[in-house]
């Protein structure tokens, strides 16, 4: 079975500093794709960044970066530079098969994340 | 249209009656996905769709729970004599493929359902 663990129910950031939301996974599917989604109070859900479970390198994209550390099953968010309007819930989730074959889509808890001025 | 569509953005209805729930996803899309998301909780997944085919319908709360894809577009989700518990926002969303590479979900704007 596929299991998504987010810790931090939620997190403060001063403004312009770098902040590390947490995401740890678990699957017997050798392979998959992880993601974050940000959803701000308008409940909208964006796609922010992807990494395959067979890429080598950490995604990156603008002032958001993947630290994946296959071994150790986790897949942090880091983000640079935060502003204020990274203020939003956010969302890990990971796409994979479960036993019988079947795509499965699983989302963690969320962490809402408040950048401060 | 540009981005995946939902109707109706909100839903009020009585305990016991039957809703349904439409999605628009993007053009060419070949999967969609079907979401719950409680209120300050996340995403549940009910079901997915491969062009028209639902392989999988494990994910769906109970047996009042059906949907169907229609010409590998438009998505009805129905629920029977909802209760007060199927209260939630239903989110849709779309991609290209399924499979665990890098096509990422499109989400539409939801439908906030109140079962009074």
């Known amino acids: 079975a596929q299991k998504i663990t987010q810790t931090q129910p939620g997190m403060f950031v001063q403004e312009k500093e770098a902040v590390t939301l947490d995401c740890t996974y678990d699957t017997s599917d050798p392979s998959y794709g992880l993601f974050w989604y940000k959803q701000p109070s308008s409940g909208e859900m964006i796609f922010l960044i992807y990494q395959g479970s067979y890429d080598q390198q950490n995604a990156t994209e603008g002032r958001y970066s993947l630290n994946f550390q296959k071994a150790r099953k986790s897949a942090n968010l880091v983000i640079s530079a935060s502003q204020l309007g990274d203020s939003a819930m956010y969302f890990c989730a990971m796409r994979g098969e479960d036993s019988g074959g079947y795509q499965k889509v699983t989302f963690g808890t969320g962490t809402k994340l408040q950048v401060i001025p | 249209g540009a981005g995946v569509s939902q109707s109706p953005s909100n839903k009020v209805t009585e305990k016991g009656k039957d809703v349904e729930l439409r999605c628009d996803p993007i053009s060419g899309h070949t999967a969609l996905y079907w979401y719950r998301q409680s209120l300050g909780q996340g995403l549940e997944f009910l079901i997915y769709f491969q062009g028209n085919s639902a392989p999988d319908k494990s994910g769906l709360p109970s047996d009042r729970f059906s949907a169907e894809r229609t010409g590998g577009s438009v998505s009805t989700l129905t629920i029977q004599r909802t209760q007060q518990e199927d209260s939630a926002v239903y989110l849709c969303?779309?991609?290209?493929?399924?499979?665990?590479?890098?096509?990422?979900?499109?989400f539409g704007p939801g439908t906030r359902l109140t079962v009074l």
């Open positions: 969303a779309s991609s290209l493929a399924t499979g665990p590479g890098g096509n990422e979900q499109f």
